[in-house]
């Protein structure tokens, strides 16, 4: 394995001596966010992880290479290059044997938290079923993962640029915990509501670490969505971001955007629409993962 990975000496000493570590993706920095937001994103999102105690491991592909733990000229080449490819797991073995770069999604950087065996992981949003699915197929590879792949993903829930129902119906065929943390209804991203109830409601972090550590101790392959609520004073008012969700989905029907372009697309559209308001909640909803993700990882390896 080794043959293709490098670990950060931080990160490996913490995975050795059992301490808490916090995966990060880098999709969200290459493909989710503008220059520099998405650099100062990455950084900070690093720092709150280790005021709360536990070591942040970000992860890619870097000339070929996985990385588990990124420097700070590795963020930079991330959040500057242009030729960064955005690689799911279907991705993974080209960029490696191609000497490419590649941006690490929900699904490539469980994979490879899983081989380092780290088991907790903070990010934005994962990927769904996407609106019209039943013609087009576009299902995220982050939902089989999850079915797969033995790591937690803490998460502002799911965008309503998806079908959030059809996305929890197939999470539930995985055989995916759902949680939805201190309330009672699936989070929407950018709002703290999404009109679904989730299947499951916890309040604290050592309530996620336990139920995480039964259904690992039962050998139940896969992984779990925590379902963290963005913070109020950042959430986004409902009609407004409703109405930029939908003038951005009817342009890339327009243009014809599928496929793996798609949510980057949204994601920038939704931006301009809504005149960078839709980045700062999106930053914001990041922190309050990266720091839910530490104390539960910290919950975890302290019980
Ligand atoms: N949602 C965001 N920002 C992102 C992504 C999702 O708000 O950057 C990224 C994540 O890396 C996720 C990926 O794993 O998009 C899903 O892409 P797709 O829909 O092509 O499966
Ligand atoms: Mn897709």
Redesign the pocket.
Known sequence: MKNHIDILPEVEAAILENRAVVAL?S??IS??MPYPQNLDCAKTCEALIREKGAVPATMAILDGRIKVGLTDNDLERLATEKDVLKC?RRDVPYAISAGKSGAA???ATMIMASLAGIKFFA?????GV?RGAEDSMDI???LTELGATDVCVISAGV?SILDIERTLEFLETQGVPVVAYGQNEFPA?YTQTSGFKAPLRLNTPAEVATMLKAKWELGLKGGAIIGNPIPEEYAMPKEEIDSAINSALKKATEKGIAG?E???FL?SEIKEITKGRSLES?MQLVYANAKLAAEIAVAYWNS
């Open positions: 993706e999709t969200i493909h989710g799911s999604t929900v699904s990010t934005g949003g994962v990927g996407h995220s590879a982050d965008k991203f793996k798609i949510t980057p994601l999106n």
